[in-house]
């Protein structure tokens, strides 16, 4: 009996994988300050908010520009896992719907809606359970929980007389800040914030819902170039993060909290709107939004060029290994 048949679709689930690693990668490096400055947001109190351009001056006068970009390096690890994980089990949980679709003699294998959701709730339940730790750490050296830029700037005011130049904090490494983490707070503080992301898995079966069947509706037009993917990506990621952004918030909130701080995700969402109002919710939603649309458009415009060379990288090694 021939193996080659289920070993194709394995190399194109791990292809498709790969190429959202990648995407996400280079997407994630061009946009990361917009989430420094969001995470930064998110976490500081009501009366240590900061306008936009005031956050970047406050964050530069601190930790130079390397400030904007604290824990970018765990942020690239976690991407390009967190992308690997989702676009596999997608990939794979969509082949298995074509599959079915195929043996039900059904007129077309394109998911319907139903089943892009379905395949994005698998794919993005995977994904949180196995990549939350990383997140958790990232979030962590992103907000530099300790003390949020405007609480730290108005203390140098009391403590650097004559207007001196604050002193730069050392940036903390991905391991001391994971070390730390498990040496303080114990395993348990890793998996802090997973329940609103996982309820947050909604963010990419929107995003993903709704490029898929954009897509398919160009498709039966034009052929999707990277350009074309790249507007389609923009417009589902826009419209998720729009939609879910106060779960956002309260994750990023939890991954941050410790000791006797920490609280469920209803009691993190009460405690935002009692403190600040609904628009507590909301906090960084401007560099948010900018930094997904903008990411999601280039992953969506990077993954297909990169799974595009990989078919024909994959193309060029068999007629080698056919000719050999």
């Given at each position: 009996?021939?193996?080659?048949?289920?070993?194709?679709?394995?190399?194109?689930?791990?292809?498709?994988?790969?190429?959202?690693?990648?995407?996400?990668?280079?997407?994630?490096?061009?946009?990361?300050?917009?989430?420094?400055?969001?995470?930064?947001?998110?976490?500081?109190?009501?009366?240590?908010?900061?306008?936009?351009?005031?956050?970047?001056?406050?964050?530069?006068?601190?930790?130079?520009?390397?400030?904007?970009?604290?824990?970018?390096?765990?942020?690239?690890?976690?991407?390009?896992?967190?992308?690997?994980?989702?676009?596999?089990?997608?990939?794979?949980?969509?082949?298995?719907?074509?599959?079915?679709?195929?043996?039900?003699?059904?007129?077309?294998?394109?998911?319907?809606?139903?089943?892009?959701?379905?395949?994005?709730?698998?794919?993005?339940?995977?994904?949180?359970?196995?990549?939350?730790?990383?997140?958790?750490?990232?979030?962590?050296?992103?907000?530099?929980?300790?003390?949020?830029?405007?609480?730290?700037?108005?203390?140098?005011?009391?403590?650097?007389?004559?207007?001196?130049?604050?002193?730069?904090?050392?940036?903390?490494?991905?391991?001391?800040?994971?070390?730390?983490?498990?040496?303080?707070?114990?395993?348990?503080?890793?998996?802090?914030g997973v329940v609103p992301a996982l309820v947050l898995v909604i963010n990419p079966i929107l995003?993903?819902?709704?490029?898929?069947?954009?897509?398919?509706?160009?498709?039966?037009?034009?052929?999707?170039?990277?350009?074309?993917?790249?507007?389609?990506?923009?417009?589902?990621?826009?419209?998720?993060?729009?939609?879910?952004?106060?779960?956002?918030?309260?994750?990023?909130?939890?991954?941050?909290?410790?000791?006797?701080?920490?609280?469920?995700?209803?009691?993190?969402?009460?405690?935002?709107?009692?403190?600040?109002?609904?628009?507590?919710l909301y906090k960084g939603i401007a560099p948010k939004v900018t930094q997904s649309v903008l990411?999601?458009?280039?992953?969506?415009?990077?993954?297909?060029?990169?799974?595009?060379?990989?078919?024909?990288?994959?193309?060029?090694?068999?007629?080698?290994?056919?000719?050999?």
């Open positions: 009996m021939s193996l080659s048949k289920p070993v194709l679709p394995q190399n194109d689930n791990v292809a498709h994988a790969l190429a959202g690693a990648g995407g996400g990668v280079l997407s994630m490096a061009l946009t990361y300050p917009l989430i420094t400055l969001s995470t930064r947001a998110q976490v500081e109190s009501k009366r240590a908010e900061t306008a936009f351009l005031a956050a970047v001056q406050n964050i530069i006068a601190r930790e130079g520009v390397a400030g904007l970009y604290s824990g970018l390096s765990s942020a690239l690890f976690g991407i390009s896992v967190t992308n690997f994980v989702y676009y596999y089990w997608y990939e794979w949980t969509r082949a298995f719907f074509e599959s079915a679709a195929a043996k039900a003699g059904r007129a077309s294998k394109k998911l319907t809606t139903v089943e892009s959701m379905i395949a994005g709730a698998i794919a993005g339940s995977a994904t949180v359970i196995l990549t939350n730790p990383i997140w958790v750490v990232n979030t962590r050296m992103t907000a530099r929980k300790h003390t949020s830029d405007a609480e730290a700037a108005e203390g140098d005011k009391d403590t650097l007389p004559g207007g001196a130049p604050p002193k730069r904090e050392k940036k903390p490494s991905t391991i001391g800040t994971l070390l730390g983490l498990l040496r303080t707070e114990g395993p348990r503080a890793l998996f802090a995003q993903y819902t709704l490029f898929e069947q954009m897509k398919n509706a160009v498709e039966k037009k034009r052929r999707v170039t990277p350009t074309v993917a790249f507007f389609l990506g923009a417009v589902g990621k826009l419209f998720a993060t729009s939609v879910t952004y106060p779960y956002i918030t309260v994750k990023s909130q939890m991954h941050v909290a410790s000791g006797d701080k920490k609280e469920g995700v209803i009691e993190a969402i009460n405690r935002v709107i009692k403190e600040e109002g609904y628009a507590g990411t999601a458009a280039f992953l969506f415009a990077f993954k297909d060029v990169l799974y595009e060379h990989s078919v024909r990288l994959r193309g060029s090694m068999a007629k080698k290994a056919l000719a050999a």
